[in-house]
T-cell receptor, first 115, second 113 residues
């Protein structure tokens, strides 16, 4: 089955530790995204990548880092510099249609709790 | 920069009531519009999308949305809701000039049986 896989589903970390969230897609999509979901704030874009070895900051990139060494993979590292890391993290991917439109497909999310 | 506003944060309805959730966006160019739904404990799913053509779009589970360009709106409607429609609904926008999908703050819908 084609889709987006995020792992793990739940993650607990101690304050001050870096943690990496995994996102893999087998949809052959060129673009991948990381969003953070907080109650009442919708989804906010952290980073996105349009092609391999290239990525751009979104609206709330501070305290996060990413890499895109392979088309299928876009891991997100939540660093100790992120002031409020406890949240639900969603990964997505998209492909441009011939008409220029993009539709995003989402993974199941990772709930990160920092204690 | 584009932005999306969903004015209803929480909506409570009884079964069989009609639903309309508001969505307004700010971007002057060509846009693609989406409604996503997140059922409790599940991942985000696409309800419907508008790319071009007929501004009245029909989606899954009896939902529809109307794109009104002059009002920068893309409201979601359903004539008769069911208890199983209880979920959080997100409106989203992107444009052909960029690669970013911008979301509204979401609307939590609770349908009472």
């Amino acid at each position: 089955d084609g889709g987006i896989t995020q792992s793990p589903k739940y993650l607990f970390r101690k304050e001050g530790q870096n943690v990496t969230l995994s996102c893999e897609q087998n949809l052959n999509h060129d673009a991948m995204y990381w969003y953070r979901q907080d109650p009442g704030q919708g989804l906010r874009l952290i980073y996105y990548s349009q092609i391999v070895n290239d990525f751009q900051k979104g609206d709330i990139a501070e305290g996060y880092s990413v890499s895109r060494e392979k088309k299928e993979s876009f891991p997100l590292t939540v660093t100790s510099a992120q002031k409020n890391p406890t949240a639900f993290y969603l990964c997505a991917s998209s492909k441009q249609s011939p008409q220029g439109a993009r539709e995003a497909f989402f993974g199941q999310g990772t709930r990160l709790t920092v204690v | 920069a584009q932005s999306v506003s969903q004015h209803n944060h929480h909506v409570i309805l009884s079964e069989a009531a009609s639903l309309e959730l508001g969505c307004n966006y700010s971007y002057g160019g060509t846009v693609n519009l989406f409604w996503y739904v997140q059922y409790p404990g599940q991942h985000l799913q696409l309800l419907l999308k508008y790319f071009s053509g007929d501004p009245l779009v029909k989606g899954i589970k009896g939902f529809e949305a109307e794109f009104i360009k002059s009002k920068f709106s893309f409201n979601l409607r359903k004539p008769s809701v069911q208890w199983s429609d209880t979920a959080e609904y997100f409106c989203a926008v992107n444009n052909n000039a960029g690669n970013m999908l911008t979301f509204g703050g979401g609307t939590r819908l609770m349908v009472k049986p």
